[in-house]
């Protein structure tokens, strides 16, 4: 189960955003597997308390403890980083994996819509980014790691109008992770930062933007063999498993089936 490169992280604690499911959650497992404490935070924790009830009787060497958090409320992000100070002593790894995607064009859009991306997609990224390194600088902590799960989308746009918002707030993730890179470097410091952009993985997210036609978010994974949320927790085990001297800065991957 202990993977080559992994032994260093063994019992530190990291924190998965949007763990309640998808990808968040099979990376969440995936550490737990590895060793490491891992804070799993979402809006309902249900998920994540039966998560963590698994990894126990499985008897994986790590733990996972649920925190409900509303990563649209500052407050909320800024009290859980609060709370894994006081009770765990702070956050090594920082894994932004919660997203969310709206059904909102450029044309004819709600603001409301567009507002909920870019704050959960980009602030709420930010603000754990910033935490989560002032966490490692106040401990002296070199060697973190700040982990993006970013998209394809982030990389090129596509021509499903549906997509196009939500691709401008990927897009400012590769540019938020390259930024982030520079100035950490800047400030003379190990800790490496990384984005994972996966294409089309078999999760609820397809559900949740055509939330109006099922059919529709059920035919996004019929057409092709997709990708496994547990694909991505294992390009998330290969970037931490890498010699601190190795960065990797972006990890694109699809299914090979897809073509865009």
């Not at 998965?16 to 990376?27: F, L, N």
């Not at 966490?135 to 549906?162: C, F, L, P």
């Amino acid at each position: 189960m202990a993977r080559a490169g992994m032994a260093r992280w063994r019992d530190r604690l990291a924190l998965v955003t949007g763990a309640s499911g998808g990808i968040g959650a099979a990376v969440a497992r995936a550490l737990v597997q590895q060793g490491l404490k891992v804070v799993g935070c979402a809006r309902t924790v249900g998920n994540i308390e039966e998560l963590a009830a698994e990894c126990k009787s499985a008897g994986y060497p790590g733990t996972l403890i649920p925190y409900r958090c509303d990563l649209s409320n500052e407050e909320d992000i800024l009290s859980m980083f609060s709370a894994v100070r006081s009770q765990h002593g702070g956050v090594d790894i920082c894994i932004n994996n919660a997203g969310l995607a709206r059904p909102d064009t450029l044309l004819s859009g709600s603001t409301s819509g567009w507002k909920d991306m870019f704050n959960v997609n980009v602030l709420a990224l930010s603000i754990c980014t910033r935490e989560a390194y002032q966490s490692m600088k106040e401990r002296k902590v070199d060697d973190g790691h700040i982990i993006n799960i970013n998209s394809m989308s982030g990389h090129r746009v596509i021509a499903q109008s549906v997509t196009h918002f939500y691709s401008a707030t990927k897009y400012a993730v590769t540019a938020l992770t390259e930024g982030l890179r520079h100035e950490l470097r800047e400030a003379q410091t190990h800790i490496r930062a990384t984005c994972i952009s996966p294409g089309v993985v078999e999760t609820q997210f397809a559900f949740k933007l055509h939330d109006k036609d099922p059919e529709k978010a059920a035919a996004t994974y019929e057409h092709m063999k997709c990708l496994k949320p547990e694909d991505v927790a294992e390009a998330v085990i290969y970037v931490l498993s890498a010699p601190p001297h190795v960065q990797i800065g972006d990890i694109q991957m699809r299914p090979t089936e897809q073509v865009t």
